[in-house]
Nanobody, 124 residues
Framework: QVQLVESGGGVVQAGGSLRLSCATS????????MGWFRQAPGKEREFVATRKQSGGRTSYADSVKGRFTISRDNLKNTVYLQMDSLKPEDTAVYYCAADRDYGVGTTVNEYEYWGQGTQVTVSS
């Protein structure tokens, strides 16, 4: 049974930082590209960042580029999202996801497994 469990969300003031973690089990972690998405109230789920399997190539949404960093630890089967210089518009539920294929990795439909999400709230 595949499980993805996010943690690290919370309430932070604008300009602050948070580090999200996503612990996985039940899959061969190194074979999966890992992504982070977010969904604000009344909006569609949107791509935030992805890190590929081999080589660890990364991609970021323009809205977070230079502020967020995705990393992965293949020994701990965990993916992280370091979020700095947070803005109120970053407020959302953040989800991690796993993709066995070698696609672009920026769309919801590419990902097979999802976590339950963790709330991030940035106050102004």
């Amino acid at each position: 049974q595949v499980q993805l469990v996010e943690s690290g969300g919370g309430v932070v003031q604008a300009g602050g930082s948070l580090r999200l973690s996503c612990a996985t089990s039940g899959l061969t972690f190194r074979l999966y590209a890992m992504g982070w998405f977010r969904q604000a109230p009344g909006k569609e789920r949107e791509f935030v960042a992805t890190r590929k399997q081999s080589g660890g190539r990364t991609s970021y949404a323009d809205s977070v580029k230079g502020r967020f960093t995705i990393s992965r630890d293949n020994l701990k089967n965990t993916v992280y999202l370091q979020m700095d210089s947070l803005k109120p518009e970053d407020t959302a539920v953040y989800y991690c996801a796993a993709d066995r294929d070698y696609g672009v990795g920026t769309t919801v439909n590419e990902y097979e497994y999802w976590g339950q999400g963790t709330q991030v709230t940035v106050s102004s």
